[in-house]
Nanobody, 121 residues
Framework: QVQLVESGGGLVQAGGSLRLSCAASGRTFSSYAMGWFRQAPGKEREFVAAISWSGGSTYYADSVKGRFTISRDNAKNTVYLQMNSLKPEDTAVYYC??????????????WGQGTQVTVSS
């Protein structure tokens, strides 16, 4: 079992930055790929970014490429999402997730409760 707790969400003006954190429980965190997803009101949850267990490989959605950076610190059991140049369309609840099957865009097994990000224009 893995428990995930997100933090760092909030209200920011367009063009600003936020860093989300996701703290994981369990000694096997370093063996999981991790991902960030988001869900805006009235929309389906969508993939944002993912990182391999070692941090050596990353995937990004086209909509955030060049603005968001995913990273992890296995010693701290934490994955991060640095979000720069935020846009109003980035407003959503952001979820972190763990994938026991490896790096990918889907198939995540464990999910956090989410943290709200609101970008004002």
């Amino acid at each position: 079992q893995v428990q995930l707790v997100e933090s760092g969400g909030g209200l920011v003006q367009a063009g600003g930055s936020l860093r989300l954190s996701c703290a994981a429980s369990g000694r096997t965190f370093s063996s999981y790929a991790m991902g960030w997803f988001r869900q805006a009101p009235g929309k389906e949850r969508e993939f944002v970014a993912a990182i391999s267990w070692s941090g050596g490989s990353t995937y990004y959605a086209d909509s955030v490429k060049g603005r968001f950076t995913i990273s992890r610190d296995n010693a701290k059991n934490t994955v991060y999402l640095q979000m720069n140049s935020l846009k109003p369309e980035d407003t959503a609840v952001y979820y972190c997730a763990a994938n026991t099957g490896g790096l990918g865009y889907s198939g995540y097994d464990y999910w956090g409760q989410g943290t709200q990000v609101t970008v004002s224009s």
